[in-house]
C-alpha cells in the first residue's frame, strides 16, 4: 500500500518552492547584512536586511520540515509542519481582524514606526534606499507631511542645528520636472535645501508635500480588490498546503496500522 502520490508530489512541490524562495530571501539579507555599513540600527523593524533575513529563515526552516517529511513520508515532520501552518493561519486571521477593529491603533504604530525610521535615515543604508523608494513610488514626503523630517538630527529646523542639511528634506521628496531628463542628467541632491522653511503653497512646487502615510493608505483603498485577492489567494493556499499535510498524515498512519494488523493475522493463521 502507498500513500496517493498526487497528494504526496504536490505538497513536496509546494513546499520546495516556498524553500527555494526563502533560500533566496535568505541569501539577499545576508548579502545586504554584509555589504552594510557597521553602524546599523539595532531594530529588526527598523532594519529591512535583518527583517529579510528573519523571515527567510524562519520560512526556510518550515519549508524544510514539510519537504523532507512529504517526500519521506514521515508522520512526525509532517505533524509538526502542519501544527506550525496552522498556527500561522490561526495567528493571520487574528492579525486580519484585530487589524479591522483596531485600525486607527495600526495607523498609530505605523507612523510611530515611520517616524522611528526618519529618525534613523542617515544611519543605516538600507534604510535610506527603502524611505527613498517609498517617497518617490508614491510622491510623498515625510510621515504626515514633508516637516516631519524635522525629527531627523541632520534635517531638523533649528538654528542650534549646525548640519549644513538643517530645514532640508531628502533629494526623493523633490519633484521632477522632466522624467527622462531627470535619468541622464546628474541627480541633484540639494534640491531639497531649506524647503521646511517654506509654506506649503510655495513648497509645493518644489517637493512633495504630503506625507507617505496617507499616500499608502489611499493607494491600499484604491487598489482593494488587488491586495484583498493577493491576501485571500495566499490564505487558501496555505489552507490547501495545510489539508494536503494532514491528508498524508491520515493516509500513512492508516498504512502503519494496516501492516500492524496484517502481522497480527499472519502468526495466528
Known amino acids: 500500500m502507498r500513500t496517493n502520490q498526487l497528494v504526496k508530489y504536490t505538497l513536496f512541490v509546494s513546499c520546495y518552492l516556498f524553500w527555494v524562495a526563502s533560500g533566496l530571501m535568505v541569501a539577499v539579507g545576508i548579502y545586504a547584512k554584509l555589504s552594510k555599513e557597521a553602524s546599523a540600527v539595532d531594530s529588526l523593524l527598523a532594519d529591512p536586511s535583518l527583517l529579510l533575513l528573519t523571515v527567510g529563515i524562519l520560512m526556510f526552516g518550515i519549508t524544510f520540515v514539510g519537504c523532507t517529511g512529504a517526500l519521506r513520508d514521515?508522520?512526525?515532520l509532517l505533524k509538526i509542519f502542519a501544527w506550525i501552518l496552522l498556527i500561522?493561519?490561526?495567528?493571520?486571521?487574528v492579525a486580519a481582524v484585530l487589524g479591522f477593529l483596531f485600525s486607527g491603533m495600526v495607523l498609530e504604530k505605523a507612523a510611530f514606526l515611520m517616524?522611528?525610521?526618519?529618525?534613523?535615515?542617515?544611519?543605516d543604508l538600507d534604510l535610506q534606499n527603502l524611505i527613498d523608494y517609498i517617497q518617490k513610488k508614491f510622491e510623498c514626503c515625510g510621515v504626515h507631511s514633508y516637516k516631519d523630517w524635522s525629527q531627523n538630527i541632520y534635517f531638523e529646523c533649528q538654528d542650534s542645528n549646525p548640519s549644513l542639511e538643517r530645514c532640508a528634506v531628502p533629494f526623493s521628496c523633490c519633484i521632477q520636472k522632466d522624467q527622462e531628463a531627470a535619468i541622464t542628467s546628474v541627480l541633484n541632491s540639494m534640491c531639497g535645501y531649506g524647503t521646511q522653511n517654506l509654506r506649503s503653497w510655495k513648497a509645493e512646487s518644489l517637493i512633495y508635500i504630503e506625507g507617505c502615510l496617507e499616500k499608502i493608505v489611499g493607494w491600499g483603498q484604491r487598489n482593494l480588490l488587488l491586495v484583498a485577492g493577493l491576501a485571500i489567494g495566499l490564505f487558501f493556499l496555505e489552507i490547501l498546503v495545510f489539508s494536503m499535510a494532514v491528508m498524508l498524515i491520515?493516509?500513512?498512519?492508516?498504512?502503519?496500522?494496516?501492516?500492524?494488523?496484517t502481522r497480527r493475522r499472519g502468526p495466528e493463521k
Open 250 to 261: 491520515y493516509q500513512i498512519d492508516f498504512i502503519i496500522q494496516k501492516r500492524k494488523s
Open 88 to 93: 500561522i493561519l490561526i495567528l493571520q486571521i
Open 115 to 123: 517616524g522611528k525610521a526618519i529618525s534613523g535615515y542617515r544611519d
Open 74 to 76: 514521515l508522520p512526525v
